[in-house]
């Protein structure tokens, strides 16, 4: 005998519960699967078994961590070294995610001394995101398959699942770690996935009560210091895997959803800059500029100037700046693509002929940077190029940077003509 199912459509809980209606956009929809079976559950959700230590602490901790803490300050008060133990380990903390887990051992954007690895992994472990290795497995899996359902936390299942869902379930068993060969063999990194949890509980948690014990306040130690902080430093981590993949600017690639968000990367140590990661991840840097908030990009400056981080790599301009063309030429032609023709024959014209000297200048600039990086390469090896050669590859990388950016202000001011025109109007 066949049961026949019943299904509740999207539309029908939108009806019910209106204020699911902001995350329902998308195909498939952002934040619940089609539809819903008679028996309650969620077509097409993850069929694999819930981590329930997981779903536990992460639902439990935000309780402890948020109405705990407003529950002992309201009763007790706040104490001045409450909040800074909290702000203190939030920033110890999150920084050995961002420039640790995240740009040293998923990226490998830098090298450093041993003693900032294992500061790095200790106070990593305290984040309670699982060991550098599994993190680093995972985020290499999620810049492999980005926007794909090999995607750890792809943000195509909707906000949620890219912001905590996927956490909540437990690993494919037949997942290894072919991805990190590199991790694998490295005895410190090994050390810290066996005790990773010893030290996030127990350091985690156990640190912060000792320095209220202290004061006299264990309670308000464990609550600002431990599950405040917990909350604080998962959640801003969480932000990146979400909401910096749905909101912000894409300048440098279009070919995934990650985002450059300023305002994400106030909060994140720099992570907000995430279109720009994703365009060249092997960067130490997220934010490029001098005045993008990029703390672990200063932190990690910072190894270098005392000696402790070296071959800090970063980006060629020239190459920065032909991702930056790429994405404005595919604007540029679905702009002129909306001129009918023969109304904007010479304007069209004019953009074209900006567009090609400004490529070509851009050709020259590379060629120019290129040969600077193999002087360069031959000076470490102990060869002596002339003096007047690398100076006069400076002069030439200066002149092709200071008329690619005059091509470019051509470029520009020949599209912002088209805005005159009633067919782009809008646009």
């Given at each position: 005998m066949t049961i026949a199912r019943r299904y509740v459509t999207l539309d029908t809980l939108v009806a019910i519960f209106p204020g699911l209606a902001s995350f329902c956009t998308g195909s498939p929809p952002l934040f619940l699967a089609e539809c819903v079976n008679a028996r309650g559950k969620i077509q097409g959700m993850d069929p694999r078994q819930k981590d329930w230590t997981n779903l536990l602490f992460l639902v439990l901790s935000p309780i402890a961590g948020i109405g705990g803490t407003i529950l002992y300050a309201s009763r007790f008060g706040v104490q001045w070294w409450e909040p800074t133990l909290c702000l203190t380990l939030f920033f110890a903390i999150g920084l050995s995610i961002g420039s640790g887990y995240h740009r040293y051992f998923s990226h490998r954007a830098y090298e450093c001394h041993p003693?900032?690895?294992?500061?790095?992994?200790?106070?990593?472990?305290?984040?309670?995101?699982?060991?550098?290795?599994?993190?680093?497995?995972?985020?290499?899996?999620?810049?492999?398959?980005?926007?794909?359902?090999?995607?750890?936390?792809?943000?195509?299942?909707?906000?949620?699942?890219?912001?905590?869902?996927?956490?909540?379930?437990?690993?494919?068993?037949?997942?290894?770690?072919?991805?990190?060969?590199?991790?694998?063999?490295?005895?410190?990194?090994?050390?810290?996935?066996?005790?990773?949890?010893?030290?996030?509980?127990?350091?985690g948690l156990g640190l912060p009560t000792l320095v209220g014990a202290f004061f006299g306040r264990p309670l308000g130690g464990l609550l600002w210091g431990g599950f405040l902080r917990i909350v604080l430093v998962h959640h801003t981590t969480f932000f990146i895997n979400s909401l910096a993949h749905m909101w912000g600017a894409r300048p440098y690639s279009t070919e995934n959803t990650a985002r450059d968000n300023w305002f994400l990367a106030f909060f994140t140590?720099?992570?907000?800059?995430?279109?720009?990661?994703?365009?060249?991840?092997?960067?130490?840097?997220?934010?490029?500029?001098?005045?993008?908030?990029?703390?672990?990009?200063?932190?990690?400056?910072?190894f270098r100037a005392t000696r402790l981080a070296r071959n800090l790599r970063v980006t060629p301009p020239p190459l920065v700046e032909n991702a930056k063309l790429k994405v404005a030429a595919a604007v540029t032609e679905a702009r002129l693509a909306r001129v009918p023709t023969g109304i904007a024959d010479d304007l069209r014209a004019r953009a074209e002929q900006a567009r090609a000297r400004m490529e070509e200048t851009l050709n020259l600039w590379k060629e120019a940077y290129a040969r600077a990086c193999e002087l360069k390469a031959a000076k470490r090896t102990g060869q002596r190029p002339p003096s007047e050669t690398m100076r006069e590859i400076r002069r030439q990388m200066r002149e092709y940077e200071r008329r690619f950016r005059a091509t470019r202000l051509e470029w520009k001011a020949a599209l912002d003509r088209f805005t005159d025109l009633p067919a782009v109007q809008g646009f």
């Open positions: 003693a900032v690895e294992s500061v790095m992994l200790f106070f990593g472990a305290m984040a309670l995101q699982n060991s550098a290795l599994q993190w680093s497995r995972d985020h290499r899996e999620h810049h492999r398959f980005v926007d794909t359902d090999r995607d750890p936390y792809n943000i195509k299942r909707g906000f949620l699942w890219a912001h905590i869902l996927w956490i909540f379930y437990k690993q494919d068993p037949d997942r290894n770690f072919d991805a990190v060969p590199d991790l694998k063999r490295n005895p410190r990194v090994m050390w810290q996935h066996r005790y990773a949890r010893v030290i996030g509980i127990g350091v140590h720099g992570e907000g800059f995430h279109n720009f990661h994703h365009a060249f991840p092997s960067d130490f840097r997220n934010g490029i500029r001098w005045y993008h908030w990029d703390p672990n990009k200063w932190l990690i400056q910072s």
